[in-house]
């Protein structure tokens, strides 16, 4: 279950990468094709949009380029009894893969949530071993299990 939270992590990321690149290519090609018009100050307000709209695709690139970097940091068969990042942690609620934070992932009849270290579940979770138990939003969960 663990490769295959991993595969659709990897996955969400990659569409992701590849939405923004087309976005980037289509802005480029606005800015380039523009030609100078008569109205010049509605001309340079359009210009400035796609300026402003471009650098906004640059911050996406950039976090989504630092969540490929996250992923390529894990190890699917480093396994320890302390969860950390690439942790598929099962409890007595739900199981969390410790990775980046997409959310719920249904891998056939099993339902696991894509959570990042640095969310506050996440950082419930780090460091914990077998056994131990965390509380969050009131709800205590036991971890049963550490791949």
Known sequence: MKEQIYTHCVAHVEERLQRLKHTIANLQEALSSETKSTAGDKHETGRAMVQLERE?????????????????????TNATNIVHLGSLVHTTNAIYFIAI?????????????????????????IGKKVHDTITFNGITQKILRIT
């Open 56 to 76: 906004k695709c640059g911050k996406q690139l950039a976090e989504v380029q630092k969540l490929q970097k996250i992923l390529s940091k894990i190890s699917l």
């Open 101 to 125: 934070s997409i959310g719920q992932v249904r891998i056939a009849n099993e339902v696991a949530y894509a959570i990042a270290p640095n969310t506050p579940i996440g950082k419930l979770l």
